[in-house]
């Protein structure tokens, strides 16, 4: 069962919206100055409010105000992390990690040792395969994956994404809107199911290399034939 998701104090609240303010200020120039016009904006237009029909009308230009630097926030900070994103390998299966919805995510199901990695996403859409890496070595492992999924995944979709900015790659910063409008194909409990299946697979036990440990030998006259008296 799930563990209940741990409540976030006021406290703690307010420092994690510092620390986006701080990191979306250093990686976008244009931040600051929206904020200021978020903030001028609405104060100023509260103030002609406040003198033709009362300044009772003061709070709610200071709550709009407050409104609008968290809609600017939540916007630049999204382009601030992708742009921040981008060339980092491992970072497509942390952005569907945070995106909203039923998505699990089995980061780096197959990499080589120079980091190109295909991650596994399974969604209600069915299953998703995100490379990243040189082009020519993960279309190597994408369609090792493909040919290893298309054995167990049965009738449900299966997409795959080249994650990067050449020809017929997918931008870092568009995958979660590509994602988002894929459509729905499974159910909860189909995605449920697809999910321990694929997981039966990958836990699936292989026999080891070379000899066998004297601790995995059956015992000496186990497989001896007994004879009739």
Known sequence: ????????????RLKQIGMVFSFTAKQD???????VVAVLVPLALTVVVAIVWGWMWVPVGVLL???AVLIVLNLRSNRAMMSA?????GAAAQIVENMRGDWRVTPAVSATTQMDMVHLVIGKPGVVLLAEGNPQRVRGLLGQEKRRLSKVIGSAPLYDYLIGSGENELPIRKLRTTLMR??????GKDVNALDKRLKALSARPQM???????????????????RGR
Do not use: H, W, Y
């Open 182 to 187: 894929l459509p729905r194909n499974l159910s």
């Open 85 to 89: 994103a981008e060339g980092q390998r």
């Open 65 to 67: 105000a407050l409104l």
């Open 29 to 35: 120039r244009l931040f600051i100055p929206l904020v």
């Open 208 to 226: 080891p290399k070379g000899a066998i440990p004297k601790n995995m030998r059956p015992p000496r006259g186990a497989f001896r034939q007994t």
């Open 1 to 12: 069962m799930a563990t209940p998701q741990e409540k976030v104090s006021f406290g703690q």
